[in-house]
Antibody, heavy 122, light 107 residues
Framework: QVQLVESGGGVVQPGRSLRLSCAAS????????MHWVRQAPGKGLEWVAV????????YYADSVKGRFTISRDNSKNTVYLQMNSLRAEDTAMYYC???????????????WGQGTLVTVSS | DIQMTQSPSTLSASVGDRVTITCRAS??????LAWYQQKPGKAPKLLIY???SLESGVPSRFSGSGFGTEFTLTISSLQPDDFATYFC?????????FGQGTKLEIK
């Protein structure tokens, strides 16, 4: 069965960096785009970034562009989110989610991990 | 960015009721709309994609409709397991956006 397991969250000071990981299993990782979606405490969902199945293209929400980088290692079935210059408003549960397709055209997210919590606080 | 507006924000209903949630897009998104269900402390779950296609394994009491800028999610006969928060999502563009959510509460 499809599994997505996020890790790497924690408490970090403003301005510092953090790298999240999402380990995938139960499907052919190299044929699916992957997303990061976040949810601030008690708030709605915010799409963060997507990476194509082969890693050749990435797209970001304006709120994180220039600070966050999504990448993937298809040999390890893992997608990453490098978060730099963190701000208090980046505090959220971060979910990785599988794109129904290759990521080359927008598609819904058909499987989600359980999330990893990032808290940005001094 | 395309803005998604859901209504109502909160909905109180009883088991067996028929309920409808509306999602409006700030510009046309054709049929590129999904609906998700989220329960407290859990990840969202895909219910409907392409506005009206039922995801595999989702009960048939859930249905979606709409095109362009106005969409609806209908639950034909509420079950106890359906009390949750529902989000719409447009995926017409890479910069995907979600509605603010509708919390479905027990009356």
């Amino acid at each position: 069965q499809v599994q997505l397991v996020e890790s790497g969250g924690g408490v970090v000071q403003p301005g510092r960096s953090l790298r999240l990981s999402c380990a995938a299993s139960g499907f052919t990782f190299t044929t699916h785009g992957m997303h990061w979606v976040r949810q601030a405490p008690g708030k709605g969902l915010e799409w963060v970034a997507v990476i194509w199945y082969d890693g050749s293209n990435q797209y970001y929400a304006d709120s994180v562009k220039g600070r966050f980088t999504i990448s993937r290692d298809n040999s390890k079935n893992t997608v990453y989110l490098q978060m730099n210059s963190l701000r208090a408003e980046d505090t959220a549960m971060y979910y990785c989610a599988r794109d129904r397709g290759a990521g080359t055209t927008a598609s819904p997210h058909d499987y989600w991990g359980q999330g990893t919590l990032v808290t940005v606080s001094s | 960015d395309i803005q998604m507006t859901q209504s109502p924000s909160t909905l109180s209903a009883s088991v067996g009721d028929r309920v409808t949630i509306t999602c409006r897009a700030s510009q046309s998104i054709s049929s590129w709309l999904a609906w998700y269900q989220q329960k407290p402390g859990k990840a969202p779950k895909l219910l409907i994609y392409k506005a009206s296609s039922l995801e595999s394994g989702v009960p048939s009491r859930f249905s979606g409709s709409g095109f362009g800028t106005e969409f609806t999610l209908t639950i034909s006969s509420l079950q106890p397991d359906d009390f949750a928060t529902y989000f719409c999502q447009q995926y017409d563009s890479y910069s995907q956006t979600f509605g603010q959510g509708t919390k479905l509460e027990i009356k």
